[in-house]
Each structure stands twice: as structure tokens, then as C-alpha cells.
């Protein structure tokens, strides 16, 4: 399981990159092995305000169905939309690869998520 330093993560398996007063989410590797090949991914409109722990969108593989959540307050600025035409690409590299670009409301929320080292022991309690 492929874990970035650079990154925050939550413990519903998705990653958060900030970058000033924006972020990219996505789910993690460990996601991506857990549920499989994945063959749908559903995404909001951009310019969507959620709230964090929202249903952000769906990925589904041939094994089931997954939701995705927000982990900060935010407005949808980008959506990938290379991996809404090619759901597989999550698989291949699920940090490149991202959902959602979102403008964040409340950076302090980033302090609530774990740092690498703490998803890594979270995860492996998972397994």
C-alpha cells in the first residue's frame, strides 16, 4: 500500500493535497486495492458548497459501490474529468489521479486529518 508524505488523509480512505486555498481530493491506494477494478465515477457540478463529511460522489467497482466524502467545508472548483471517462485510471495511480478540486473555506479543518504516518497505522488496523 502506497502512502504520500506530502498529503492528509481521513479515515474513510481519501486523500487531501493543499495547495494555498485549494485542494485536491481523492481516495487512496488503499481504497482503490480494497474495492477493486473500478468502472464508475460519479462527480458533482463544479461550484457545488459542501460541508465537511458530505457525500462528495460515487465510485463504483465490480466488487460494490462506494461513497466518497468531503473532509473540509468547500466549493467544488474542478472536477477530473479524465477519470469520469476512465474509471480505471483511480487504479493506476489513485494520487495522480484526483476527483475534485475544491476552494477551501476553513484551513484549520486540515488540522483534524491524519498526516501519513498516522493513516499508514490507521490502515493497517483495517487489514
Not at 477494478?37 to 458548497?49: A, G, H, M, R
Not at 463529511?53 to 465510485?59: H, R
Amino acid at each position: 500500500m502506497k502512502v504520500l508524505k506530502n498529503l492528509y488523509y481521513t479515515e474513510d480512505h481519501e486523500w487531501i493535497k493543499v495547495d494555498g486555498h485549494e485542494a485536491y481530493i481523492g481516495i487512496t491506494d488503499y481504497a482503490q486495492q480494497a474495492l477493486g477494478d473500478i468502472v464508475y465515477v460519479d462527480l458533482p457540478e463544479e461550484e457545488t458548497e459542501f460541508t465537511a463529511g458530505d457525500t462528495l460522489g460515487v465510485v463504483e467497482s465490480v466488487k460494490a459501490a462506494s461513497d466518497i466524502y468531503i473532509p473540509v467545508d468547500g466549493k467544488v472548483l474542478e472536477i477530473n474529468e479524465d477519470i469520469v471517462d476512465e474509471p480505471e485510471l483511480v487504479n493506476n495511480n489513485a494520487y495522480k489521479n484526483w476527483m475534485v478540486k475544491v476552494e477551501l473555506y476553513d484551513e484549520s479543518q486540515i488540522d483534524e486529518l491524519m498526516n501519513a504516518e498516522e493513516y499508514k497505522e490507521f490502515s493497517s488496523r483495517e487489514e
